[in-house]
């Protein structure tokens, strides 16, 4: 993937990478060595969500305050970690980067939405590039995301379903929005980990040890262009193994 990655930044001319983490550790969370080795790769920020705090050794990685691993802004403030970020791209230009968790079947947070706006408030009005990953498990809860932040940001991408939607577009506001990017790992799974433990779980109700599958690997994501200048969405498109879907 690290080779597939830098060929497809090279061949659309991507000027800011953006990748979730929460599964590279095996699947479950993040290591300090295993972000470094992301952020190497070419990716300019990392985002993260429920997993993040499955690995104790992350903790105090999160709480430095040059790290580039965000986790989702609606934890309690004095969780270790921030969920903003401003960094600035290849040509120059300042990117906002939101990491947000939702709240259906998750773990309990605060509402992402009055964090968003409250975010979003204390922002420098001069970043107009704001992406905001929202780590949710209910579709319903993703679309009314986008819908609540279409013309206040440039993009909201979810994450954390590991399966690619179809409903990539613009929003009327000029917000780029898609239900779930999908992941990057191996699709012959169940979401990412070996099939059999899985069938044997949902078909006997009894515990099961998962573990992360290995062959076949897809890289699913999203190319999103913007206008610099307004922070406005041109388009969003799927982009699968280094070919558009």
Not at 18 to 26: Q, R, T, V
Request: glycine letters at 8%.
């Amino acid at each position: 993937m690290s080779e597939r990655l830098r060929s497809i930044v090279a061949s659309e001319d991507i000027d800011f990478v953006i990748a979730n983490a929460e599964n590279s550790a095996g699947g479950f969370g993040v290591t300090p060595q295993i972000a470094e080795e992301l952020l190497g790769l070419g990716i300019d920020i990392l985002t993260s969500g429920n997993h993040i705090w499955d690995k104790r050794e992350i903790y105090e990685y999160l709480s430095n305050p040059h790290s580039l691993l965000l986790r989702p802004a609606n934890y309690p403030e004095d969780c270790p970690g921030r969920g903003l970020k401003v960094v600035q791209a290849r040509n120059g230009v300042k990117c906002a980067v939101i990491n947000l968790q939702g709240r259906t079947y998750m773990p309990p947070t605060d509402c992402p939405f009055r964090k968003a706006d409250s975010l979003l408030a204390d922002l420098d009005s001069t970043v107009r590039v704001r992406f905001v990953d929202f780590h949710a498990e209910v579709t319903s809860e993703k679309v009314a995301m986008g819908w609540y932040l279409d013309g206040r940001v440039t993009a909201v991408v979810g994450t954390h379903t590991h399966i690619p939607t179809a409903d990539a577009r613009v929003l009327p506001k000029g917000t780029a929005y898609q239900t779930d990017c999908g992941m990057t790992g191996p699709y012959d799974s169940v979401i990412g980990v070996e099939t059999d433990p899985v069938i044997r779980k949902f078909m006997t109700s009894m515990p099961a040890r998962m573990q992360a599958a290995k062959g076949r690997v897809e890289l699913n994501s999203v190319v999103i262009n913007v206008d610099e200048a307004s922070g406005r969405a041109r388009s969003i498109r799927r982009y699968v193994t280094g070919h558009q879907a």
